[in-house]
Every structure is written in C-alpha cells, then in structure tokens.
C-alpha cells in the first residue's frame, strides 16, 4: 500500500510539474505567434494592394510589416517584403528608393546565403543602372547606346519573371524609337506595354502608353479619330493618377492633334495650359514643344485669314523658343525652330534673315544626320524659290521628295507636291504643274476621307484649300491660252469639286448619323461604351467652379463620341462624294427660265460661272480683295437697322455693276429663277439687296427674280434628289415658337453647384447674353397655324416649346418645321451655335439645342424655318461657306432652310413670316412665296432691307409644297 501511495505521490508530482511547465510555454508563444501574424498579415494586404495596382496603400503595408522584422525571424517573408516595396516603390516611380530597398534586400540575401534571393536584388539594381543610363544616354542622343541599355534591362526582367521592372523599361525604350522617327518600333513596344500594364493593373502606366498610342495615331496614321479616342482615355486616367508632367504631355499631344484640325484657337488653349505645368516643372525641352507650337497655331491661323497680326506674335514665340534652345543647346530643338521662324520670316517679306534661318537648319541637320528635319528644310527652301529661282526650288523639293523615302515618319509628302507644281506654274509647265497638283490633292483626300465628321472635315482642310486654288488658278491660265469647250468643261468641273466637298461628304452618307449622345449604352459596342463613361465621368469630375477649359475638354470628348459613332454606324463603306457633272446639271436641275450663278473668289482673280439648260459661259470678275472690300461696308448697313440719310442705295448699284451686271447681260429674257453658289464673304450678301435701274427707277434684285442658295451644284443636286426618297408626310408644320426665357434667370438663381453641362448656358449669361422676350413670335405662330387645318398642324408655344421637346418628337413626319425664338452664334466654334428654346433642368435639358445636337435629329422635312437670329450665321470657310445652323440642319434631313444673316426685328419677322406661309399655301413655289412676302414689305413701313433681306433661303427652294389654289 505504502509503494502504491509513494507511486501515485511520484505520478500527482510530474503531472504538476508538467502543468506548470504549460503554463509557461502557453505564456510565452502568443508573444512570438502574436508578431509573425501581425507581420504576415500586412505582408497579405501589401500583395493583395500591390496586384490591384493600389501602390500606395500597398506601400503603406510593407512599410508596417518591415517595421515588425526585428520581431520576427521569417527570413523569407522579410525578403519577399523588400522585394515587393522596391517593386511597389519602382511603380510609383521613386527609383532611388527602390534601389535602396534592393540593396538592403541583397545584403540581408548574402547574410543569411539566400542565392534565390540574392540573384533577383543583383538583378533588380543592374536593371536600376540600366534603366537611369540609358535614359542619360538617349538625352545625349546616343540612341544606340540608349536602346542597347534598355533592352538588357528588358531582358533581365523577364529573366527574373518581373513584368513590373520591365514595364517602365519598355515605354522608355520606345521613346527612343520615337526620337529616331522608328514609329512602328515606337507603337509595337507601347501596345506591348499596354496589354503588361491593364494585367497588372497598373493605371498609371496604362494611361502613359495610352497616350503615346494616341500621339502615333496622329503622327504616323493621320487617323484623327482614333488618336482623340485613345487620348482621350489616357487624360482621364493621367488626371487621377499621373504626375504633373503626365497631364501636360497629354495636353499636348490633344493639342496636336487639334491643330492638324486647323481649329488653332482652340489647339492654343491646349499648349497655354501645358506650358504653365511646364514652365513649373522646369521642363525646357517640353516648354520649348509648348512655345513653338503655339507659334505654328499663329502661323498658320494668319495665313489663312490673310492677316500678319498673328504672324508676328507667332514670331516672338519662335524667337523665345530658340532662345532657349540655343541656352539649354538641344540642336534638334534648334533645327525645328528655325525652319518654323524661316517660315514667318518669309511671310513678312523679311527675305535674308528667313534664308539666313533656315541655311542654319540645314546645316545643323546634316550635322546631326536628321534625316526628317532635313526633309522639311528642303521643302521650306523650295517654297522660297518657286517664284524667284523656280529650278532652283526644284532641286531642294526633288531632295526632299528622294529623302522621304527614306523616312517613312514624313507624312506630309502633299506639301513637297505643292511646291513642286507652283515651281512648275512658274516655268509656264502647266501640264506638269497640273499633275504635281493633282498628286498632292490626291494625298489630301486620303487624309480627309479617314475623318467621318463633317465638322472635322472642314477645319482638316482650312489650310489646304491654297493647293486647291493653285488647280484651278494653273486650268484658268490653260483655258485662256487654248480657248477650247473641252479646257472650259475640264476648268467647271475643276471648280465644282472644290465646292464644299465636306458638306457633300455628309450628304452622300446620311446613315453615318446615328441616335443623340443621350442613348443608353445597351446597343453601344465596348469601346463606345468606354467612351461614353469617360464623357459621364468628366462631368462628374468638374462638379464647382468650371471654366471655359472645362467646357472645351467636355466638347471635344462629346464630338469625338459621336464622331466615333457616325463612323461605327453603317455596315457598308461611305460612299464617296457624287460630282454632278455639266451634262447632268443641264438636263436634271435646269429648264427655260431656271440659271446657275456660280461664284469663285482668288487673289489672282475670281470667276463668275452661268450654266443654263443649253450653254454655259465663265466670266472674269475682279480680285477677291476688291470684292470683298466692296461688299463688306453693303452688309454691315444693310444688317443694322436704319440710318436716316444712309439708303445704301449708290454702294447696292456698285456691287451690282461689279459682280452682277456682267453676267446679267448674259440672261435669257425668260429667265425668272436663279439658283446662286456664293463664295467667300459672297456668302454673307443678300444679292436681292442689289440694285440696278430700270428704266427711270432703281429696283432689286428680288423685284426681278426668285433667288436660292446652295453650297454647291452638286450639293443641290442631291437635296432635290431627296424629293424622290421622301415618304408622305403625316402632318404639313410644325411650329415652336415663344419659348418661357425668364427660366433661365430663375435657374441661374437658384443653382448654386454648376455642373459642366450647365457651364455653356451660365457662362452665356454672365457674358451678357440678351435673352429676351419676341412677343411677336406668338403672334407669328398663331398666323401661320391659322393657315393649316387643326389635324395637320403640330403647335409648341411657350413653356412646350422646349428643347426636351424637339429631341423626343417624330419630327421626319413633318412637312415643314417652323422655329420663332432667339439663336445664338458662337463664330469661334460653330458646334456651340443653338436655337434657344425653353429650359427644362429637370430633364437635364439647358434650353440651348446646339448644333452638334442637331446633327443627331432625324427629319425628312421639304422646308425648315429658322425665325431665329443669324441662324444662317457662321465663321466663312473658303469654298465651303459659312458653317451655319441650316448646314446643320441639311445635313439632318431637310431640303430647303429659310434662315437669317443677321439679327431680326421680331415685328418684322411675324409680318414677313405671315406674307410668306400665305403665298406658300396658295400654291406658290418656296422661293416665288419668299419673293412675294418681300416685294410686300417693299410697300410697307418695313422697305429697307434691314427687315427682309436677311431672311435668305437655301437648298431645294424652286419645289411646290402645296396645291395651287
């Protein structure tokens, strides 16, 4: 019993002593448990952020469970932990840091003879070395010193399996492909670069190649759409997660391509705000982009407006820019600049110091072997002697031309065919200038034809139309030497394709419209679902304070939405333009009492073309500078209300004798209908405002004949074509009129957080708009509803006459739809140009239905009225004419459009409107009603032209609508 006790003693002993030995332990190991949790725990959420692309938060992780390594002794976790924060710190570009890590990293490897680890902090630092010398190098332009380093980087990475080292070594390396004008390389490694960034998740680096991408397109492609797209995503992610730099060099590259538009002004707001961020970054070489690019805007928008105001300021840019080019000795800096000064030099006359520039480019570019400098030096050269030494001017353009073979990032061989066909005009080789010209309109038109848009069209071929004028001033001097019909035919034709070839583009391919930009996204493909969330997310990003840059990136993204669209839309090709030819305008468009007047306004001379049913004869007429001279003064008089002493009636007899009495002596007796294709400031004159005797009195022009506007013969043509197409209309008129504008003064009061869609109307507003009441315009609605039985007339007057209200009505059922309300016209960017109607915020509706809002509506109407101020108003494009909202509507359906050249007097306009809809309804042809309600006014308080003259009427105006009574 005792041995039994003494055991049981011995058993209760160890059993204590084995309890308080737990007991102990237990206390000790939630110590060390307690560290390594905690460190693999940050470890987990460092990774987790690091693969979401969220570098930041990640980098905040590592950094919490590096803090804990003393704690601990995972030896692996602590190194995977330095490796990822020196990735982590690499992605967000502090390289320096990132070395540091990797070095910390290789020592700790080599303590504890980790080779695995070892090998990939080794790696990580040369590819560091590599990646900071070759960007050193490619700043010495040692490009291929540059490229051999960064393709060992590249190499090493993918030898370590760290696509994220490898990233920022391929965008580096394409810039140097970029310097060397290599833009396939340049685009294969960022698109490469692109899909490694959207895997990793990596906005930042996505947004980068993005623009690059974007800036290629533009470069080598000349694919404008396509570049405005893709830049237009990278702004968005460069905004919210890129550096100073990364916005500023979007913003130029917009910048770019804006200008290749030729819509200057606007691509000047783009280089301003990128020099600002710029200049504060202290970086010169992009300042240096930023200043001589805002001289080219210049440059470029005085020559084409004839004006050397803006040439000299372009000069001062130029001048600063070289400057610091010389300063900070960036000699391919040097070499653009002066080729761009040579070329503002020259148009000043300042000869010697423009030679004396661009001898030094061509010296330094041969220096430095750049091959696409060198090219455009030639060119610059050739242009200087294509009158003064013209085979001299060959040779440089001849070099330049065997050059560009060479350089396959020259796209802009139709400059160096130009220049060669005006040498060629000059050695009195006609033929062969002939050609020449043919083949550099040849490359414009393959440019133009990748541009879906019609308002891009237009500004695309602002600075181009010299090449087109050069054809047809080189057929002019054939026709006068050989005299010959064919020669005659061949310069008609040559002159009616030059006609607003844009304008017929649209009308050749109305299914390029598509639905408005306020269509759900369920029917969109991907990437115009992208693009429209990018649209609704810069709304959303400017919720305060939006400026006038604010609204011009919204707009630009909104165009290049529904430029992308129009494109996408049909199944088929677009179909190319229809040119009428002579033959077919003769026997399709005209009879007995029925004249074309075509007019063609140049510095070397202009043209008058009449084309009857039998015949057709071409006229001389003086300079354009003297024509528009002439007519300049008539409008301004006539466009203001009267003047007591101030008929205008001497200047109206000049113009006439000038442009209108030759060919009118030319005119059938019969002859009652006149179909006029103005050109330039032509444009903006009402030619029933003329005067002529008769007999012992002076009449106009309206008293004598029916008048109708086109842009084009082949424009026409193809609206009257409409006549065909067109099903029957359910209802005869639609008429809005009268809209409720003091809404927009409570509006504006009541809201406090402007929204960009709100920006454009309150900055209207605050700029002094007068948005007043027409009290006449209800009257005016009520007449001409009287005229039309109940069941067949569609009414929308004051708070119904909104905007909301248009977009959602069937409005191809109608036969003629009638606007009475203001307009507004924004000559710098005729998108902006609107009927004002009545606002409805709470439909999200600003009461402003713009133009680009417009060209999305669907109608088939016969005539559209536009009682709206300046409605026919526009910045003037040569050849093209004024880009007005009855262009827009055209393009949108109709085919014929009543509009105003000026401010309307709103009495007036209810007298002349209620004349008009009378005649119209009594079975009077468009024109013969407009006529008609004119000569009325004539014999009423309302005679000077100020109250009828500016309502003109274009398109398919000659048709019948109603039944004669």
Sequence with gaps: MARKRDFISLIFVLSFGLFLFSVELNQALPLINRNEEEFIHYLQLAQRNRSQGNYEEALLYFNQALDLTRKVKLKDEILEALEGKGIVLWNLGRMEEAADCFRQGLQLARDWDFRLAVSFFQTGLEIYHLYQEGKSRRQKMDYAGSLARFERAIFLARKIRCPELELKCLRQASLVFYDQNELEKYRAFNEKGLRMARLLSHSLEEGRFLNNIGLYYYLEKRDLLASFNILNKASLLLEAEGTKEDVADNLYNLGLAISFLGFYDRAIKYFRRAMEIDKELGKMEAYIFDLNNIGLCLLNKGRINYDLTPVKEAITYFREALHLSEENKLIKRKIMVLNNLANALFLLGERDEALSCVTTGLELSKETNDIYQLIVIHDTLGSFYTQSDPKKALRHLFQALHLSLKSPAYKDEWTLYYNIGRSYESLRSYDLAVEFYNKSIELIEILRRKIN????????????????????????????????????????????????KSFLYNLNNPDLKSGTLADGTENKSM?????????????????????????????????????????????????????????????????????????????????????????????????????????????????????????????????????????????????????????????????????????????????????????????????????????????????????????????????????????????????????????????EIKTIASLFPQEKRDIYLGEKASEGAVKNLPLDKYKIIHFACHGYLDEGFPFRSALILTPEPERGEDGFLQAHEISELKLRARLVVLSACQSARGPLEKTEGILSLNRVFFTSGARAVISSLWKVNDRASSDLMGYFYRQLKQGASIAGALRAAKRKMLTSRFKHPFYWAGNVLSGDGLSVLFDRK
């Design 527 to 779: 990437e115009l679902q992208e693009i429209y969330s990018l649209s609704s997310r810069i709304e959303s990003l400017k919720k305060q304070g939006g400026t006038q840059f604010d609204l011009l990136r919204r707009e630009d993204l909104s165009l290049t939405l529904a430029a992308e669209r129009r494109r996408e839309a049909p199944e088929e090709k677009p179909i190319e333009e229809k040119w009428s030819r002579l033959e077919e305008i003769q026997a399709k468009l005209l009879n007995e009492d029925t004249a074309i007047l075509e007019y063609y306004l140049a510095d070397w001379g202009s043209l008058a073309i009449i084309v009857t049913k039998n015949d057709f004869q071409i006229i001389d007429l003086p300079s354009r500078k003297k024509i528009e001279d002439s007519v300049t003064g008539y409008v301004k008089l006539i466009s203001n209300p009267p003047i007591k002493n101030l008929s205008g009636e001497e200047t109206a007899k000049r113009i006439y004798r000038e442009i209108f009495k030759p060919v009118e002596e030319r005119f059938s007796p019969a002859l009652k209908n006149l179909i006029i294709i103005p050109d330039g400031l032509l444009s903006c004159l009402p030619f029933e405002a003329l005067m002529r005797d008769h007999g012992n009195k002076a009449e106009y022009l309206v008293e004598r004949y029916n008048i109708v506007y086109a842009p084009s013969i082949s424009a026409l043509n193809i609206l009257m074509e409409r006549q065909k197409q067109s099903e029957k209309e359910d209802k005869d008129i639609l008429a809005i009129g009268s809209p409720q504008y003091e809404l927009f003064f409570k509006e504006k009061k009541k809201q406090k957080n402007i929204e960009v869609k709100r920006v454009f109307p309150n900055m209207i507003l605050q700029n002094n708009l007068q948005i007043s009441s027409l009290p006449y315009t209800k009257k």
């Design 453 to 500: 848009y019609d308002f891009y069209q237009v500004g695309f071929l602002r600075n181009k139309q010299e090449v087109f004028d050069a054809l047809i001033r080189v057929k002019k001097k054939i026709y006068d030497e050989q005299n010959s019909l064919a020669r005659k035919e061949d310069l008609f034709n040559c002159l009616e394709r030059t006609k607003a």
